[in-house]
């Protein structure tokens, strides 16, 4: 975000005060801290409400910031900051999606690995396709006729991006944990997907397409996607390392967190001068983190971080929503429109059922091939299930804000403000309805103990000589029939042999935690 001077400001301040510090810069940071300030204590007192959230909250404020400040203003402008998507995603992103990959249920998540991918992977691409036809159809028949093959292109990535913030608002890990791993997990790949996209189609010669084309497109996105990933599982690794060997415990705190932020913000920007995936990589970086590092820290360290990075990633999804509902009110990017509101409101209503039936249309299809291939029932996604994963995608956010933005704002033409206004309608109109407390799914999911059946399996591979009610000696099973009979639990299960055997010795992480005689972890050890 940047700092506008389209509020006139007059106060009477000393000469040296003025040249250290702007007055407008000043005024809009003043509100801004006010307003984050203002949702928090809203969203305490409104907690228990079904019929809202601190999202919601968020970004009523903001429409009502903005209105103040349109009238203070009369009507000349109602920005205080100015949309830097940029700074958007060098700032505000990577704290919320770190902090995401650190308080992951690790376990859930990869269980359901394969169910991400294909929605992450898959579905944006077939959600890319439909949205992108939609718009080369109807945009012509509604009256916008001045944009090339490039803006549908470029309109269909746009509108692919999830938002993976409001997953967090909607769903809860802790009742929910299969359709938020799933969910939230697809998000993330989501707007990695979706920026591949968009970057590709910038890059994109309208004048030479041919079939090797989308082969390049593919194996540009494998390349970007195994890239980033491997980056952040190999910054994650570095800091489980460098705080194991070194001891920053032994010294300071302060060390110990300090190193854990620089170097999560860092795996993000190196993957951004590489030209990766900056969301993957600090997602997976997380991850790791919290799966060795964590472990090797102090007590005190523990607690610190858990609710550093929650705080900050909380303070950040705040004023994301903050800013989307004032800078809806910005009357420059109406007014340069030049559109009817009837036009607005027909291609505002046209994008939406496009995100609906795109959506709809990888969903469905999907979960039931997923399904084709479960072996127990309860492996199965349940129609309800399906529903609110095909709910929870539907919203769109600042990621849409900002590749809206970065394709339609340096375009002085009309109907490029048309299409920026138009987004800003349908991630207003997705996050506030979507959102609603009352909307939120109640069924559990709760999936984290393991069957019988699974069970069974991890006894026999250890060689358990007897079956249940038998006294027949079993026959143990080659790891190969394991795999292919149950991939899940045995990967999982071959996973924590290797991790016991090999990682956590050179890593830490639980159960290989450094000895510290000044940390309330050592002192209990002395004790006992």
């Known amino acids: 975000m940047g700092i506008s001077d389209s509020i006139p400001v007059h106060f009477s301040l000393s000469s040296s005060s003025s040249s250290i510090l702007d007055v407008s810069t000043v005024v809009a940071i003043t509100v801004f801290v006010t307003l984050l300030c203002a949702c928090i204590v809203i969203g305490h007192l409104i907690e228990e409400n079904r019929w809202a959230n601190e999202s919601i909250t968020a970004l009523l404020l903001g429409l009502v910031a903005g209105l103040v400040v349109l009238l203070i203003s009369k009507g000349h402008s109602s920005q205080i900051l100015t949309f830097s998507e940029e700074l958007f995603f060098i700032y505000l992103l990577p704290p919320i999606i770190f902090n995401a990959g650190f308080q992951v249920k690790k376990k859930q998540f990869f269980k359901n690995i394969s169910i991400i991918l294909m929605f992450g992977i898959f579905g944006t691409i077939i959600s890319f396709c439909l949205i992108t036809l939609g718009v080369f159809l109807l945009f012509k028949r509604i009256g916008v006729t001045t944009l090339d093959i490039k803006d549908y292109l470029a309109i269909g990535a746009i509108l692919s991006a999830t938002d993976s913030v409001c997953t967090l608002q909607v769903l809860n890990q802790d009742d929910t944990p299969f359709l938020y791993s799933a969910v939230f997990g697809e998000g993330v790949v989501n707007d990695a997907t979706s920026i591949v996209l968009f970057n590709s189609v910038q890059s994109l010669n309208i004048s030479n397409i041919d079939g090797l084309t989308a ?21 994650g690794l570095l800091s489980a390392f460098g705080i194991k060997t070194l001891y920053f415990g032994r010294h300071s705190t302060d060390r110990e967190v300090a190193i854990m932020m620089l170097l999560a913000y860092l795996s993000y920007m190196v993957a951004e001068v590489l030209n990766l995936s900056g969301i993957l990589t600090v997602f997976f970086c997380g991850i790791v983190m919290s799966h060795y590092t964590w472990h090797n820290v102090t007590e005190s360290s523990r607690v610190t971080t858990k609710h550093g990075f929650a705080t900050i990633s909380f303070i950040c999804e705040t004023f994301i929503f903050l800013y989307v509902g004032m800078d809806a009110l910005d009357v420059d990017k109406w007014t340069a429109s030049e559109a009817s509101p009837l036009t607005s409101v027909a291609v505002s209503s046209t994008l939406f059922g496009l995100v609906l039936v795109g959506r709809a249309a990888f969903v469905y299809p999907l979960v039931n091939i997923f399904n084709c ?72 999911d709760a999936t984290d103990s393991p069957s019988l059946e699974d069970l069974r399996l991890l006894f026999l591979e250890n060689g358990d000589p007897v079956d249940e009610g038998s006294n027949q000696p079993v026959r143990k099973r080659s790891s190969l029939r394991l795999l292919m009979a149950n991939p899940t639990s045995t990967a999982h299960y071959f996973w924590r042999k290797f991790d016991d055997r090999f990682m ?25």
């Open 215 to 235: 082969l390049k497109l593919l194996g540009t996105f494998l390349y970007l996607f195994f890239s980033s990933t491997a980056l952040g599982i190999a910054v």
């Open 373 to 444: 291939f479960a072996k127990k029932d309860s492996d199965k996604i349940i129609f309800k299930q399906q529903f609110i994963m095909w709910w929870a995608g539907l919203m769109r956010g600042a990621v849409t804000i900002a590749l809206s933005y970065n394709q339609f704002s340096d375009d002085s033409s009309s109907e490029s403000a048309l299409m920026i206004t138009s987004t800003i309608i349908v991630v207003l109109f997705s996050t506030v309805v979507m959102l609603l407390r009352n909307a939120k799914p109640t069924v559990s």
């Open 504 to 528: 956590r010795p050179v890593f830490g992480g639980r159960g290989f935690v450094p000895f510290v005689p000044c940390s309330p972890t050592g002192a209990a050890d002395e004790t006992s």
